[in-house]
């Protein structure tokens, strides 16, 4: 609780960043989706490159979390279907809204209030996940 300021900023300067770079924009998504452009697709390669770099520099300098504690972070649970189903479903849900979770909230906050019906769409999504997670292979 004692960094919520620090969290806070960080999320400003996150959403300023992807408003400016266009990332929460529908027609740079809409461009992705058909395939017309590098523009997404560059902004998600740098993301990917940067969490890969970023996670090999945790494992080998063995860095520590900010209350001194190890970073440990799991090998991931075999089990192809699931990571393909899921991401289908996600891109399904990301190519029929044009929005991802992140910028829902960049897009509300500039404004754009249609997307409080995409916001209850996702959070409904969430919560029937919830109810009908136990009866899923996992």
Known sequence: M???IKYLLVGFVFGIVLTKSEAVS???IYEMFQ????HMFGIITVAIVTGVIGLQLIKRFNVKDSSGAAINIPD???GN???WIGGLIFGLGW???GSCPGPIFILIGAGFWSVLIVLF???LGTFL???IRSKLPH
């Open 129 to 131: 996940y919830g109810v």
């Open 81 to 83: 279907a699931r990571y």
């Open 95 to 97: 190519a029929l809204v």
């Open 2 to 4: 004692k960094n919520i």
């Open 121 to 123: 769409g996702a959070l």
């Open 26 to 28: 529908w027609y740079r």
């Open 76 to 78: 991931k649970e075999k």
């Open 35 to 38: 395939f017309q452009s590098f």
